[in-house]
């Protein structure tokens, strides 16, 4: 969340706008949903190595398909954050784009293997591409 954050103030400084707080707040939970996406394809390597971050330890606490849930249930709430925020969708694309998240999510959140990684980051990736391209 400290990394993330910051980062639409940073880029606001460049352009000497002042930082918007929906754009703060949804790249710290995008930053905070793939910290917890990231823990999903390498556990093992984590506990092996004596990683116990927050996500590491609800995982060995409550289970892999918890941090799935946390991790995709911050990535989607940005991604509403950022659909709000950005203002340049009118409600048919808006409607659109929030669909396509959710769906990114349930295949993340029911899929074997790498799939819930890859999802998780679809979902940086394409708020990201919004933000790029509407700000």
Do not use: K
């Amino acid at each position: 969340m400290l990394g993330f954050g910051p980062i639409p103030a940073l880029a606001a400084s460049v352009s000497m706008s002042p930082p918007s707080l929906w754009g703060t707040i949804a790249a710290a939970l995008l930053g905070l949903g793939a910290h917890f996406a990231n823990v999903l394809h390498d556990l093992e390597a984590d506990l092996a190595t004596g990683v116990r971050g927050l996500p590491q330890q609800v995982t060995v606490m409550y289970g892999v398909m918890w941090t799935r849930l946390i991790a995709l249930t911050l990535l989607v709430a940005a991604s509403v954050l950022t659909a709000w925020g950005v203002g340049g969708l009118t409600f048919w694309p808006t409607v659109g784009y929030l669909f396509g998240i959710c769906g990114i999510a349930c295949v993340g959140l029911f899929g074997h293997g790498r799939t819930p990684f890859v999802a998780a980051f679809a979902i940086v990736f394409v708020n990201v591409g919004l933000l790029v391209a509407l700000t």
